[in-house]
């Protein structure tokens, strides 16, 4: 039996990775040496991979 | 190549700096050594970006970006490592940390007006923001400031 996440915490999550995503693609952006498209794509890719890996870490890590 | 005023700075920078962490990592008690070989990272970083500026070469920055990157990252893996050793101790040094934060603000923000404004300028802000927020997780680190931190 699945459970269905709320859609809050849909929208909350969607909104974490967009988050990142925004800055690792930014930040890609910044550190390349020269912009063009096949940069572009690659970045953007490179950032959602990143994305979802950043969001595991955070998720994994607790404070007490 | 003339020895310009970027060249300079970065000699002094290593000569000053770079041997006095590599004596602080080479001699003394343990504690002692992890505080010096974290400053390492904040001694030898502004002097590679400088020696990037003193070149001509942007694509040298790389290099401090690496070092300011993984730097503290080594710092953590001994803070971890070395946990049980230096359980009573804390070992910090927070005039010395934060002289060599103000150190690397100082450096990126001379580059930054040196150069043209652009993506270079955001990059070199990158760094310094890695280097001295690495520099300072990295130093609370060492003094015990995340014993509550769990998982991972």
Redesign the interface.
């Known amino acids: 039996m699945t459970r269905r996440a709320a859609p809050r915490a849909v929208l909350l999550a969607a909104g974490e990775l967009l988050a990142w995503w925004v800055v690792l693609a930014l930040?890609w952006?910044?550190?390349i040496?020269t912009?063009d498209t096949l940069e572009r794509i690659v970045g953007a890719s490179c950032a959602a991979v990143g994305a979802v890996l950043a969001r595991a870490?955070r998720r994994?890590?607790?404070?007490? | 190549m003339a020895v310009n005023g970027w060249i300079l700075a970065a000699t002094i920078e290593l000569g000053g700096g770079g041997a006095a962490a590599l004596w602080g990592v080479a001699t003394g008690p343990p504690a002692r050594r992890v505080i010096a070989q974290n400053m390492t990272t904040s001694a030898v970083c502004p002097a590679l970006l400088l020696l990037a500026q003193g070149y001509g070469r942007?694509?040298y920055v790389d290099l401090a970006?690496l070092l300011a990157l993984l730097g503290p990252v080594g710092t953590l893996v001994f803070a971890r490592l070395l946990g049980d050793d230096l359980a009573g101790q804390q070992p910090s040094a927070w005039a010395l940390t934060w002289t060599a934060a103000g150190l690397g603000a100082a450096v990126v923000l001379a580059l930054c007006v040196a150069g043209s404004p652009g993506?270079a300028t955001?990059?070199l802000l990158?760094i310094g923001a890695l280097l001295i927020s690495g520099n300072l997780v990295a130093s609370r680190a060492l003094a015990g400031g995340f014993r509550?931190?769990?998982?991972?």
């Open positions: 930040l952006l910044v550190l040496s912009v870490g994994a890590v607790t404070w007490r | 942007p694509s970006l993506r955001v990059k990158v509550g931190v769990r998982g991972g």
